[in-house]
């Protein structure tokens, strides 16, 4: 069954970097484009950023262009997510998620990680 | 960037009785070259990722109950529950995947038991 597995969010003080990881299981992770969501405590879904299937296309919200850089590496089915510059505004529950026919429709989500800014 | 309202922000229904979810998009999202419309549902319980509901604005995913059912086209839009059950309790977003991959969410519409 499709398993995607994020880690790498904990707590960072403002201006800092993390990078988050997505481990991607039970489907050929290499045919599919993939996105991150984030949703702030108590809030809505915000798409973050959108990878193509082999990597030469991205795209992200204005919110964090320039700040954030997403990357994938097929050959370990895994998906990544560059953060630096990080602000308080940029606290979520980041969750890896796979785009059903390259739509934009999300079909499958991971369980999400949660990062806080803070000092 | 399309946006995305919905209404209203909160409802509470009895056991077995319909709940109406509406959504509203800026602009249009009905591709005119396949007549379809770009809108999905998805629910959202207590400490869960969203769970995809609904897609192409009425097709249910598999695995969904048919007491869900989706509305509309263009810019307006219906999430209907026909005979809530207690496990429905949940955050219903809806979400257009018209301008792709810049898609976009609704605020979400928190549906309790009466």
């Known amino acids: 069954q499709v398993q995607l597995v994020e880690s790498g969010g904990g707590l960072v003080k403002p201006g800092g970097s993390l990078r988050l990881s997505c481990a991607a299981s039970g489907f050929t992770f290499s045919d599919y484009y993939m996105s991150w969501i984030r949703q702030a405590p108590g809030k809505g879904l915000e798409w973050v950023s959108h990878?193509?299937?082999?990597?030469?296309?991205?795209n992200y919200a204005d919110s964090v262009k320039g700040r954030f850089t997403i990357s994938r590496d097929n050959a370990k089915n895994s998906l990544f997510l560059q953060m630096n510059s990080l602000r308080a505004e940029d606290t979520a529950v980041y969750y890896c998620a796979r785009d059903w026919e390259q739509l934009g429709l999300i079909d499958y989500w991971g369980q999400g990680t949660l990062v806080t800014v803070s000092s | 960037d399309i946006v995305m309202t919905q209404s209203p922000d909160s409802l509470a229904v009895s056991l077995g009785e319909r709940a109406t979810i509406n959504c509203k998009s800026s602009q249009s999202v009905l591709y005119s070259s396949n007549n379809k419309n770009y809108l999905a549902w998805y629910q959202q319980k207590p400490g869960q990722p969203p769970k995809l509901l609904i897609y192409?604005?009425?097709t249910r995913e598999s695995g969904v109950p048919d007491r869900f059912s989706g509305s509309g086209s263009g810019t307006d839009f219906t999430l209907t529950i026909s005979s809530l059950q207690a496990e429905d309790v949940a955050v219903y977003y809806c979400?257009?995947?018209?301008?792709?991959?810049?898609?976009?969410f609704g605020p979400g519409t928190k549906v309790d038991i009466k």
């Open positions: 192409w604005a009425s």
């Open positions: 990878i193509r299937s082999s990597s030469g296309y991205t």
């Open positions: 979400q257009q995947y018209y301008s792709t991959p810049q898609v976009t």
